[in-house]
């Protein structure tokens, strides 16, 4: 194939991006059969308390076993699943699974304090009207507390949102389940905005953690984070940061007055035995 150049030239399309292409296309049309036959798992990343470094519950992250590419990221398939609706029934698998671990995790973890999981939401589920009842069946059929379920969206998904689409996340923050805000930090906040969304969580995105990589850290930089992390809490919000991959980074967030951190720093995402592992390592 040929792209026109200008004039009379024509020149070869980049050959890697028709590569990219042809397997986005492929892998588009393998989603539903991939989610039929059980392609899909999750692993879960720790989320830590920064004060003792105790684990309280994971981030379930979805990856996909594909049969001739190996395991391919959520960044890879997540936007064509979205892209083609598919996100829907892999978005209730995703939640179903991770709600059961958790249950398992609580049964065989008791003396450790309640383990947590969140769970990552499309934009595409908050408008699909099954969002709240499927939850509570989930709920109610597996047997986890509701206070047990954080439900993550990113802040893109809720700027400008109005009463409408707020209206089934408003129904399960009722219900005592968490929303955090994910990814904050990369959009357009308007912070002001915060206090009409029902989250209960603020999670700030690694970009302001990378910030925080090189030494001296801008001061800026931690003036921005200081601000946040006040705003956050004068809201009652509770404030997690993403990517931390250093001890420097986490001292320096602990100092900030972040609550909760996840990162390579603490544990990559594994498998959920590992958590298991890792909480009860915590134990005193
Ligand atoms: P996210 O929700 O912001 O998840 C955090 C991402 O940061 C994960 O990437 C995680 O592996 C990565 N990460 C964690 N700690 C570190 C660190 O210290 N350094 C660096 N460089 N990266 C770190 P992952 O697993 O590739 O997921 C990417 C995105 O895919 C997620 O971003 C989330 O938006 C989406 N996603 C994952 N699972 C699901 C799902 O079940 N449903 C939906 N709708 N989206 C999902
Ligand atoms: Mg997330
Ligand atoms: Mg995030
Ligand atoms: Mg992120």
């Known amino acids: 194939r040929a792209k026109h150049a200008g004039g009379n030239r024509y020149e070869l399309a980049d050959p890697e991006a028709d590569a990219r292409a042809i397997t986005r296309h492929g892998l588009t049309t393998a989603l539903p059969v991939a989610l ?31 049969p001739q590419h190996g395991v391919i990221g959520p960044d890879r398939f997540i936007p064509l699943a979205e892209h083609t609706g598919l996100i829907v029934p892999l978005g209730r698998w995703v939640l179903e699974e991770s709600v059961r671990q ?11 304090g309640p383990l947590r999981v969140n769970v990552n939401l499309s934009p595409c589920q908050l408008t699909h009207p099954g969002l709240v009842s499927d939850t509570v069946e989930i709920l109610e059929r597996t047997g986890l507390a509701p206070g047990a379920l954080c439900l993550e969206v990113t802040e893109s998904a809720l700027i400008g949102a109005d009463e409408d689409l707020l209206k089934p996340l408003r129904r399960l923050a009722e219900m005592g389940v968490d929303i955090a805000l994910d990814d904050f930090g990369t959009g357009y906040s308007n912070l002001a905005n915060l206090r009409r969304l029902p989250v209960s969580v603020l999670k700030l995105d690694r970009a302001f953690t990378q910030g925080m990589q090189h030494y001296p850290v801008d001061p800026v930089d931690l003036k921005i984070v200081e601000g946040i992390v006040s705003l956050a809490h004068s809201l009652d919000l509770a404030v997690t940061v993403e990517g ?21 720093y603490y544990a990559r995402p594994g498998p959920p035995d590992r958590l298991h592992e890792l909480a009860l390592a915590d134990v005193p």
């Open 36 to 66: 039929e036959r059980g392609e899909f798992f999750i692993e879960y990343q720790p989320l830590v308390h920064l004060e003792d470094g105790s684990v309280r519950g994971a981030e379930a992250l979805v990856r996909w076993l594909h």
């Open 102 to 112: 958790a249950y398992t995790w609580q049964a065989r973890h008791e003396h450790a």
């Open 244 to 264: 931390v991959e250093t001890g420097a980074q986490a001292d320096q967030l602990r100092e900030l007055g972040c609550d909760t951190a996840q990162g390579w």
